[in-house]
DNA sequence: GCCAACGTTGGC
DNA sequence: GCCAACGTTGGC
């Protein structure tokens, strides 16, 4: 299993509405970004992601998993080749973790979050995901 | 194929 | 509101 991280500014896309979204989840589209297509193009359905909310906030808040792979983003133009995915919430975490929190652990230097700050689909290794995890109160 | 100009994202 | 990072576009 691999894990992400989902950044969505909240004015846009929050938590809240991806709690309410229950089950059924949503398609994550909009991604226009060809490093982020490639991570998405490698995600499985069981996947694991973190839900981040960025410039307001700037806090991870929750877990998404994936429960749909990758098929064509139906809000791109024709010809053009993005692509979605569909999560759906899993669980809150009890404290969310900040940006700040992760500058500040020096076992997250290397996370791909803080390496390429523009990106809005990074990857999270293993290790990673188990510490914010527990940062977060999980 | 290089690189300057420009637009966008996201943190501060 | 500003600015750094960085992706994209367009002229050469």
């Not at 839900?51 to 994936?66: L, M, R, T």
């Not at 809000?75 to 919430?89: I, L």
């Not at 390496?115 to 689909?121: A, E, M, P």
Request: hydrophobic share 45%.
């Amino acid at each position: 299993m691999a894990y992400w991280l989902l950044k969505s500014e909240p004015d846009a896309w929050s938590w809240d509405q991806m709690v309410k979204a229950g089950a059924k989840g949503t398609a994550w589209t909009g991604i226009r970004n060809h490093t982020a297509k490639l991570n998405m193009m490698k995600m499985k359905k069981g996947d694991r992601g973190f839900f981040y909310h960025s410039n307001i906030g700037k806090e991870i808040v929750g877990i998404v998993e994936v429960i749909k792979e990758a098929y064509p983003d139906p809000t791109a133009k024709a010809g053009e080749p993005w692509v979605c995915v569909d999560v759906k919430a899993v669980e809150a975490l009890p404290r969310p973790v900040t940006l700040a929190a992760i500058k500040a652990e020096p076992k997250l230097a290397d996370i791909q979050v803080l390496k390429q700050s523009r990106l809005s689909l990074p990857a999270i290794t293993d290790a990673e995901w188990k510490l914010v995890r527990k940062m977060g109160g999980l």
